[in-house]
């Protein structure tokens, strides 16, 4: 009986969320944007940039199924159980139990997306993005917690249906890797991500070292927006420093792969896996823009705030990175914890987290932020 009353909460916290779900929808407004963006699939060159194109039939496929199908569907699902629910006070029935048990908790996970995508209200929240990951130390170690993260970060992105391109990888010299960025396609992938930029710790038994020693080995992530058309923003070519580099293993391969330096910032990027050496220089640039468009909020933070107004001003000495500052500790011996150490939330289930499972320390990371703009908001009101 205890499990069929936690049940029973739990359906009616779940019937309130749906509840002010419903007076969010607006179906006026969602049915115009639907035709305009069927004006847009309409048109010649719409897959001409296939990125683009991808990110208009997710927000489609967002716009339709989560705003609306989902939606009743959800309402379905809730129904069934309390239904099930009704019939388990009269009689006990174990598969009825485990079937609502199952729908109960389809219904926590995908109401948990959905309460996440709720808090993403920045303008580029619904951007694709691009994430690199670097080993920060050179060792064995640090290679092998890189692969770790670019594993968990892949993992998550295909339990979420995100498109996942590896834009461009590096070896470790003995495992792992040294660093890799991918390229994550779809709605609010950039919105959900930036939680994760900073510097990722690793505590565990090196499984290199023959002495069972401890190890602590740390990867920065850094997480940046895939810009679209709409976006002005360019920069003057004075400003890079472009080398080619071309596959010399095999004389048949015509790949070649393309570092790009912005050099009053010296931030560089590199691409190797497009097909051509055009491909790889504007897929390089496309991350080059975004990294820099993003200064403004994260990695330059620091000089923008000292006065400087312009990208192309600022100087290396001036850029505080995001990415240097410890925001997780991952410990797997001698007991076994995440913790995340700006919202202090933990789980024990380190291996579930690992496999991709980080929607908990997004959610809080959001939460957070989202409390944090309002309470200043809220400041900045009674000046007025």
């Known amino acids: 009986m205890l499990e ?50 991808y990110e208009t039939l997710q ?15 959800w309402c379905s699902i809730l129904e069934d159980i309390k239904a099930a629910l009704e019939l388990l006070e ?14 109960l908790t389809q219904l926590q996970q995908e109401l948990e997306t959905a309460e996440i995508r709720q808090l993403l209200s920045d303008s580029y929240d619904q951007k694709g993005a691009f994430l690199t990951i670097t080993a920060e130390v050179n060792g064995a170690d640090a290679e092998y917690w890189a692969y770790m993260l670019l594993r968990m970060y892949c993992k998550w992105g295909e339990s979420h249906s995100y498109k996942i391109l590896l834009v461009e990888e590096s070896c470790g010299d003995f495992a792992g890797i040294k660093f890799a960025s991918l390229e994550i396609i779809g709605h609010y992938a950039y919105g959900c991500l930036k939680s994760e930029t900073g510097t990722h710790q690793l505590q565990q038994i090196s499984p290199f070292v023959v002495t069972n020693r ?10 940046s927006p895939i810009l679209d058309e709409s976006i002005d923003f360019e920069i003057p070519e004075k400003d890079l420093e472009i080398t080619f580099y071309r596959y010399r293993g095999n004389v048949n391969r015509t790949e070649t792969w393309v570092k790009m330096v912005h050099i009053p910032t010296r931030i560089a990027v590199t691409s190797n896996n497009e097909r ?4 790889n220089k504007e897929k390089a640039l496309a991350i ?22 312009q990208v192309n001003k600022i100087q290396p000495r001036q850029i505080k990175s995001l990415s240097n500052k410890l925001i997780r500790e991952y410990i797997l011996h001698p007991y076994t914890k995440v913790k995340d150490l700006r919202t202090n939330i933990e789980t024990p289930a380190v291996a579930e987290v690992l496999d991709g499972e980080i929607d908990l320390f997004i959610k809080a990371y959001l939460q957070q932020q989202n409390e944090t703009t309002s309470v200043t908001q809220e400041t900045l009101d009674n000046f007025k």
Request: net charge negative.
């Open 276 to 279: 051509s050496q055009m491909q």
């Open 4 to 53: 069929l009353l936690n049940i029973k909460r739990e359906v009616e916290r779940l019937s309130n969320i749906l509840t002010k779900a419903e007076g969010c929808l607006d179906l006026p407004e969602l049915s115009a944007r639907i035709q305009y963006l069927d004006q847009v699939i309409a048109q010649p060159d719409f897959w001409n940039n296939p990125t683009l194109a």
């Open 214 to 223: 401890l190890q602590t080995s740390l990867a920065s992530v850094e997480v």
């Open 288 to 309: 080059l823009k975004s990294k820099l468009f993003a200064m403004s909020t994260t990695g330059c933070a620091y000089a923008l705030a000292q006065g400087v107004q």
């Open 90 to 103: 009269l009689s006990a029935d174990d598969q009825l139990f485990q079937e609502a048990q199952t729908n």
């Open 59 to 73: 927000e489609i496929e967002y716009s339709i199924f989560y705003k609306h199908q989902e939606y009743q569907r």
